[in-house]
């Protein structure tokens, strides 16, 4: 009945850390033996979880008060694989996604190197597998993350584990995390050219939140398939234009704009949309992580709908975007 009632959708951009379900994490938890703060389940769905009351002051404060504990549990070859299916074959039955790309970072699940990170790769590719062998009507892909946080070397060795990966399920590599000073892009440059080469896409969170001048860089040196977000692109004419002319799709993400103080409100966001539009900006409508800010897809595109953002038609463009973006081949 779901499948008749709904159209197949389209999740490009969505973060493990906050893509799987409080309650699966949790039993998780307790299968490793994970100390919590609370040994109330509602508390710490409360933890983990924002409501409508809750708002992050910036991109740090959200990694730091939300990802710390789902990282941490997702953190061995057994709990990620649980979790990759989990988001998968939920989102198929929630809301008839029939193509999503997931994203993490594994050093991020490895625990400091406790565990090794070709194995926690692998369980993340097992674990999508087992998702689409139980649901054949999904396509799914991984995207293997850098953080702004850590160091080139370590930028390298993830983005060498995403190419010797790239024929069994990884399918891009992305940076992410708020802008610092003790990151250059220019750095990775070189990098992302590799990435190329070997036929994986190539998405970077910027223009998010910060300065102009990274995402001018990207656009315009590094030339990415998609940006994750991108939306102060609105702020400078001739930058949109060369979005444009290299063919560059954006992720956006609104409820995650509006929770993380990205946009202010509904106002800003709806003129940021039409700006985009305006200047045949090509982008897509995701989740971020759907369970984090409890949201779904359906919900994204009905908040765009409900509030005269976007129209009906204007939404199915951005699944047809989706549907032509996707490093999914």
């Not at 910036?58 to 990620?80: C, G, K, V, Y």
Request: charged share 30%.
């Amino acid at each position: 009945m779901l499948k008749k009632l709904r159209k197949p959708a389209v999740d490009l951009h969505a973060h493990l850390g906050s893509s799987v379900a409080p309650a699966i994490l949790w039993s998780i938890a307790h299968r490793q033996g994970i100390k919590l703060p609370s040994k109330d389940y509602w508390d710490f769905e409360e933890m983990i979880t924002m409501d409508d009351k809750k708002k992050n002051k910036d991109l740090d404060d959200m990694h730091n008060n939300f990802f710390h504990w789902t990282e941490l549990i997702q953190s061995s070859p057994e709990a990620i694989q649980e979790s990759v299916k989990s988001v998968i074959g939920g989102g198929y039955r929630a809301c008839n996604i029939t193509l999503q790309e997931l994203r993490f970072n594994p050093m991020f699940r490895n625990r400091g190197g406790e565990r090794d990170l070709d194995h926690i790769i692998t369980s993340a590719i097992w674990g999508m597998e087992q998702a689409v062998l139980e649901y054949p009507q999904v396509k799914a892909g991984l995207i293997l993350m850098v953080e702004r946080l850590q160091s080139k070397d370590l930028g390298e060795i993830i983005f060498n584990k995403a190419i010797k990966y790239a024929n069994r399920g990884v399918v891009g590599v992305d940076i992410a995390g708020a802008e610092r000073k003790s990151f250059s892009m220019k750095d990775y440059k070189p990098l992302f050219d590799r990435v190329k080469k070997a036929g994986l896409g190539i998405t970077i969170h910027t223009g998010e939140a910060g300065s102009l001048e990274e995402l001018k860089f990207v656009v315009r040196e590094i030339r990415p398939d998609r940006i994750g977000h991108g939306i102060l692109c609105v702020n400078d004419r001739q930058l949109m234009r060369d979005i444009v002319k290299q063919g560059i799709v954006l992720e956006t993400c609104p409820t995650s704009n509006l929770k993380n103080s990205v946009v202010k409100n509904l106002a800003e966001l709806k003129n940021i949309y039409r700006t985009l539009l305006e200047n045949k900006i090509k982008f897509t409508i995701n989740t971020d992580g759907a369970e984090m800010y409890r949201t779904n897809i359906i919900k994204e595109q009905e908040l765009l709908l409900k509030n005269k953002i976007l129209t009906q038609k204007e939404i199915d463009q951005c699944t047809k975007n989706a549907l032509a973006a996707t490093f999914i081949k």
